[in-house]
C-alpha cells in the first residue's frame, strides 16, 4: 500500500485565500476536486482546510494539494513538499510562470528610487516571504553599508498588514507580490488608496501548486492531469479568471533556484537581515 493512502486526504488554497475573494477560491478548488475525482481520487475533500495553520498542512503527509512560498519550499519545507506546477498569473509583475514584487511607498512620499528610503523604516510579512523579504533584502544589500540600510525593520505578519503598516506611516517601505497587489486592488480599493509603486523587484517563478513529498511521480502526474481538467471546466472559468489564474508551467526545483541565489547575493555582501 502507498504511504500516503494511510492517511486522510488533506487540500488548502492559503496563499491568496482573501475573504472578499473566498466564493472564487472555492469555486476554483470544486472545479480541480472535479477534476481529481476524474482521475481517481474517491475520497477528495468537498472544503478547502481553513482551520489548520499553513505550515501544518505542509507538514501534513495526506497533503494532495496545497499553495506554498518559493522560499519555504526550497528551506524548511523541502524534505515535505514537491512541486506538481507553477501558476500563470494574469497580474502586473508576471510575465508567464514568473512574477515580482512591487516596492511601495506612500503618494506623498518624495522618494524617486530604493537610495532614498536609507535610514527609513521598512515593513515586511515575515522572514520566510519571497515576495515581502528575500526580494527585498536582495534589491537593498547592494545599498547597505556595514549591513545597515533602514533605520527600523518592522515584522507585520501579513501582506495586508504590511499596506496598512504603509498607510498609517508606521512605515516607509513594503514589498508586496503583483499577485496580492491586484486582488486588493479589486477587492479592497481603500487599502490601496494613497499609495504608488516606486519599483520592482527581479523576478521568480510564482508560488507552486504543491503536493506531499511522499507521493509517487504517478500521483504527481495525475494531479497535474487534474489540473488541467480544471481550466478546461467552463464552470469555473468566471472564479478562475477572478483569482488572476491564466495558466500553469511545468516547473522543477531548478527553477527556483533563484530564489536562493537571491538569498547568498545579500547574505555574501554582508546584509543578511533587512536592517
Given at each position: 500500500?502507498?504511504e500516503?493512502?494511510?492517511?486522510?486526504?488533506?487540500?488548502?488554497?492559503?496563499?491568496?485565500?482573501l475573504p472578499?475573494?473566498?466564493?472564487?477560491?472555492?469555486?476554483w478548488?470544486?472545479?480541480?476536486?472535479?477534476?481529481?475525482?476524474?482521475?481517481?481520487?474517491?475520497?477528495?475533500?468537498?472544503?478547502?482546510?481553513?482551520?489548520?495553520?499553513?505550515?501544518?498542512?505542509?507538514r501534513?503527509?495526506?497533503?494532495?494539494?496545497?499553495?506554498?512560498?518559493?522560499y519555504?519550499?526550497?528551506?524548511?519545507?523541502?524534505?515535505?513538499l514537491q512541486?506538481v506546477?507553477?501558476?500563470?498569473?494574469?497580474?502586473?509583475?508576471?510575465?508567464?510562470?514568473l512574477?515580482?514584487?512591487?516596492?511601495?511607498?506612500?503618494?506623498?512620499?518624495?522618494?524617486?528610487?530604493?537610495?532614498?528610503?536609507?535610514?527609513?523604516?521598512?515593513?515586511?510579512?515575515?522572514?520566510?516571504?519571497?515576495?515581502?523579504?528575500?526580494?527585498?533584502?536582495?534589491?537593498?544589500?547592494?545599498?547597505?553599508?556595514?549591513?545597515?540600510?533602514?533605520?527600523?525593520?518592522?515584522?507585520?505578519?501579513?501582506?495586508?498588514?504590511?499596506?496598512?503598516?504603509?498607510r498609517?506611516?508606521?512605515?516607509?517601505l513594503?514589498?508586496?507580490d503583483?499577485?496580492?497587489?491586484?486582488?486588493v486592488?479589486r477587492?479592497?480599493?481603500?487599502?490601496?488608496?494613497?499609495?504608488?509603486?516606486?519599483?520592482?523587484?527581479e523576478?521568480?517563478?510564482?508560488l507552486?501548486?504543491?503536493?506531499?513529498?511522499?507521493?509517487?511521480?504517478?500521483?504527481?502526474?495525475?494531479?497535474?492531469?487534474?489540473?488541467?481538467?480544471a481550466?478546461?471546466?467552463?464552470?469555473?472559468e468566471?472564479?478562475?479568471?477572478e483569482?488572476?489564474?491564466?495558466d500553469t508551467?511545468?516547473?522543477?526545483?531548478?527553477?527556483?533556484?533563484?530564489?536562493a541565489?537571491?538569498?547568498?547575493?545579500?547574505?555574501?555582501?554582508?546584509?543578511g537581515v533587512?536592517?
Amino acid at each position: 500500500m502507498n504511504e500516503t493512502t494511510t492517511h486522510a486526504l488533506s487540500c488548502a488554497l492559503s496563499m491568496y485565500d482573501l475573504p472578499e475573494a473566498r466564493a472564487a477560491t472555492d469555486a476554483w478548488w470544486g472545479g480541480i476536486a472535479r477534476g481529481l475525482a476524474a482521475e481517481g481520487y474517491s475520497d477528495v475533500p468537498a472544503r478547502l482546510d481553513r482551520e489548520r495553520p499553513r505550515e501544518d498542512i505542509w507538514r501534513d503527509p495526506g497533503l494532495l494539494l496545497a499553495q506554498t512560498c518559493g522560499y519555504p519550499l526550497l528551506n524548511e519545507f523541502a524534505p515535505h513538499l514537491q512541486l506538481v506546477a507553477t501558476p500563470v498569473y494574469d497580474a502586473d509583475g508576471c510575465t508567464q510562470e514568473l512574477y515580482r514584487s512591487a516596492f511601495l511607498v506612500r503618494t506623498d512620499d518624495p522618494a524617486t528610487s530604493l537610495p532614498d528610503l536609507r535610514g527609513r523604516t521598512v515593513g515586511y510579512n515575515g522572514e520566510d516571504s519571497q515576495s515581502g523579504y528575500n526580494c527585498l533584502r536582495a534589491a537593498i544589500a547592494p545599498l547597505a553599508s556595514d549591513g545597515k540600510f533602514f533605520g527600523q525593520a518592522v515584522k507585520s505578519g501579513a501582506h495586508r498588514n504590511s499596506l496598512a503598516m504603509l498607510r498609517a506611516g508606521q512605515a516607509d517601505l513594503v514589498a508586496v507580490d503583483g499577485v496580492t497587489l491586484a486582488m486588493v486592488r479589486r477587492h479592497a480599493p481603500d487599502e490601496w488608496a494613497g499609495l504608488r509603486i516606486l519599483d520592482w523587484s527581479e523576478p521568480a517563478p510564482s508560488l507552486p501548486y504543491v503536493t506531499s513529498a511522499k507521493r509517487s511521480s504517478e500521483e504527481v502526474a495525475r494531479i497535474q492531469s487534474a489540473l488541467a481538467r480544471a481550466f478546461v471546466d467552463d464552470a469555473v472559468e468566471a472564479a478562475r479568471s477572478e483569482l488572476l489564474i491564466a495558466d500553469t508551467k511545468a516547473c522543477t526545483l531548478a527553477d527556483y533556484a533563484c530564489i536562493a541565489e537571491m538569498e547568498q547575493r545579500a547574505i555574501s555582501s554582508g546584509y543578511g537581515v533587512l536592517a
